[in-house]
């Protein structure tokens, strides 16, 4: 469907903004009156990280007049395989500061606005009211309802992706004209069913392909030209060189955006998403040890079976000495436990803790009483343990 322009235009453009912007100014679509929209404009990317990345960029070589970027963390030497708006010098430096310095290197004409902290219930709405349109680059399903929340209770439009190894997803959720992420997804997945890209990996070019989708279908809102992704899901497939489109309909019975919604005001979203499930968390309590509790017991030679929860990709870049590698998965399917052995105390570990600890449930109710997990995983035992051991 096409929607009418989303800002009005500004004023003018200097003449050294028409130099720049020509080849917008000669699409008939776009034209004077679509580049005075951009600049005009007031977008908000969350986060600026994988997608967050490309989308800032291109907005800021589009003319985009305003951007803002909210993001707490700090650039690590794993971002750069995909998070190409940082460099080298910047590891250590705040993502946000990184981001601007780069947003002003390719277009000294766009205003960049920085929210130097986690996007919460208590902030969303106050930052969010600031702004024409809302660009989502998160890669947490709670900040993800967290966004469609604030964006239906302020009915603004925003522009989602996901990413996922070879996959991504791309639509336009606008729930006045259309569906919200809750009509397409109404409740989160289990907790530790669908791992994140630091667990599961992401091809890095894969950002640039979905956050090229998400800028384009930001243009189009703005300027009020094309046909948008609200209603229709883009899904594509790297490795095939494929996509798909699906309808997305809205939701009457949406609880945010239904006819009747229960949900009508900002919510506590790590308890939606259960970021970690309640049997994990009665299992770990009491039951987590540190990695340096788990070197004293290697050096006491106590009888442990360490045994490592990860994939086999992530075992290879670095693993606990000793360790074992045994998936998650074989757990939750039950084929892993006839390997266990019964006369030694079980050490799960993962990369964190949050796998560990559901695996660590699993075993408990298997009767594994005695089994314990490292709360921190194998990144706490290599800062704690091993420096020299690479991270990932």
């Known amino acids: ?3 009418p322009p989303l800002v009005e235009p500004t004023a003018e453009l200097t003449v050294d903004e028409v130099r720049r912007y020509s080849r917008h100014l000669i699409i008939p679509d776009v034209g004077m009156d679509g580049q005075k929209r951009l600049k005009n404009a007031k977008v908000l990317c969350v986060g600026a990280g994988g997608l967050g990345s490309p989308a800032l960029m291109y907005l800021a070589a589009a003319g ?29 430096r705040s993502k946000a500061e990184s981001a601007r310095d780069t947003v002003k290197g390719i277009n000294p004409y766009t205003d960049v606005i920085l929210h130097e902290m986690r996007l919460e219930a208590d902030n969303v709405m106050d930052i969010f009211s600031q702004y024409d349109l809302i660009v ?37 959720f606008w729930s006045e004209h259309g569906p919200c992420y809750r009509c397409l997804y109404p409740e989160p997945p289990p907790p530790g069913m669908v791992p994140s890209c630091a667990e599961g990996g992401v091809l ?33 497939d790297a490795l095939e060189m494929q996509y798909r489109q699906v309808k997305v309909r809205k939701d009457p019975d949406c609880a945010i955006c239904g006819e009747n919604p229960t949900v009508t005001e900002l919510i506590d979203y790590e ?11 009665e299992a770990a309590a009491g039951s987590t040890i540190t990695p340096k509790q788990l070197k004293e017991w290697i050096d006491d030679d106590e009888s442990i079976e360490i045994i490592d929860v ?9 693993s606990i000495p000793g360790a074992r590698l045994i998936p998650k998965n074989e757990f939750l399917m ?16 993962c990369k964190t803790g949050v796998r560990s600890a559901e695996v660590l449930a699993v075993l408990k109710s298997a009767g594994f009483s005695d089994a314990v997990h490292v709360g921190g995983g194998v990144i706490g035992w290599v800062n704690q343990i091993e420096p020299e051991k690479p991270v990932y």
């Open 204 to 236: 890095g070019v894969l950002c640039a392909s979905v956050g090229s989708i998400q800028v384009t279908e930001a243009i189009k809102l703005l300027a009020g030209v094309g046909d948008p992704l609200v209603g229709r899901l883009m899904i594509y």
């Open 271 to 281: 308890a939606f998403c259960g970021v970690v499930s309640d049997e994990a968390q």
């Open 64 to 92: 985009v007049g305003t951007l803002g970027i909210i993001e707490f963390d700090e650039v690590d030497e794993s971002n750069l395989q995909r998070q190409i708006i940082h460099s080298q010098a910047d590891i250590g």
């Open 1 to 3: 469907m096409s929607l």
């Open 136 to 172: 989502d680059g998160t890669d947490n399903f709670a900040t993800r309802y967290l966004v469609n929340d604030a964006c239906v209770l302020l009915n603004k439009p925003y522009v989602w992706g996901s990413i996922y190894r070879f996959d991504g997803q791309a639509s336009v």
């Open 310 to 318: 990860r994939e086999p990709n992530e075992y290879e870049i670095v």
């Open 334 to 349: 039950g084929t892993a436990l006839q390997d266990l052995p019964q006369d030694k105390k079980i050490v799960l570990h």
